[in-house]
């Protein structure tokens, strides 16, 4: 072989080599993969301390939201207990209220005793309670009333005695003489003799006596003389 055809197929072989194509083995990573790889291990090892300590704020805020929801139950129960002792002494103090008020009320509606001249005899109330509540009529019944004691007025206080007792037709005089000492009452036999008694309960201080029966042509229906004793 000539030294020209030796050197063609150096050049041949030379470009074929060039030519040939760099094969990469399934198990190689170039380099820049193989730098990420480590960048993403080392990374990885820093972000575990912060997972960690992620981990540890968690535990130590669990005491404490437990202290927190133990703090709340307890402010709730003391408003609850707070709330109910209020209930109780405003239900205590309004029960005792409307108790007072029930008493109040039957008290206001007992009725009061009283006391008539028939009951408590003797006393002032019963001769002037007798004097001033009129038994029956005594308005239509005319009543001369004639002073005969000798004691001036006797006849205006016998009077006033009279109409307190109902009797309000009455007009008042001097007697013929002065020396009654009894009053006497004279009276139309048509006058009922319940009458006398009526006149008897209002003039009490006075002695009285009933005298003769008047005429039916009287003008006046009762004659009342005043005389000087009292009782």
């Keep these: 072989m000539s030294d020209d055809e030796k050197k063609d197929k150096r050049v041949k072989i030379k470009v074929e080599e060039e030519s040939v194509p760099t094969e990469v083995l399934p198990d190689e990573k170039p380099a820049e993969e193989v730098k990420t790889t480590e960048e993403s291990i080392e990374s990885a090892k820093e972000e575990?301390?912060?997972?960690?300590?992620?981990?540890?704020?968690?535990?130590?805020?669990?005491?404490?939201?437990?202290?927190?929801?133990?703090?709340f139950i307890l402010f709730i129960s003391f408003l609850i207990g707070l709330l109910l002792?209020?209930?109780?002494?405003?239900?205590?103090?309004?029960?005792?209220?409307?108790?007072?008020?029930?008493?109040?009320?039957?008290?206001?509606?007992?009725?009061?005793?009283?006391?008539?001249?028939?009951?408590?005899?003797?006393?002032?109330?019963?001769?002037?309670?007798?004097?001033?509540?009129?038994?029956?009529?005594?308005?239509?019944y005319s009543v001369q009333i004639l002073n005969g004691s000798g004691i001036a007025g006797e006849a205006g206080k016998v009077e006033t005695l009279l109409k307190g007792a109902g009797f309000s037709k009455t007009t008042t005089g001097n007697a013929k003489a002065y020396d009654y000492e009894e009053t006497e009452v004279a009276m139309k036999e048509s006058v009922s003799s319940s009458i006398f008694d009526e006149i008897s309960s209002a003039l009490s201080k006075y002695s009285l006596k009933e005298a003769d029966t008047l005429s039916s042509s009287s003008s006046y229906d009762v004659v009342i003389t005043v005389g000087s004793t009292k009782k």
Excluded: C, M
């Design 48 to 71: 575990a301390p912060k997972e960690e300590k992620t981990e540890e704020k968690v535990e130590k805020s669990a005491p404490e939201n437990k202290e927190k929801t133990s703090f």
């Design 85 to 140: 002792g209020a209930g109780l002494i405003g239900g205590f103090f309004y029960y005792r209220q409307k108790v007072e008020n029930v008493a109040t009320s039957e008290a206001s509606l007992t009725p009061i005793p009283t006391y008539s001249a028939e009951t408590v005899e003797g006393s002032p109330e019963a001769s002037a309670s007798a004097s001033t509540k009129p038994s029956a009529d005594f308005s239509k």
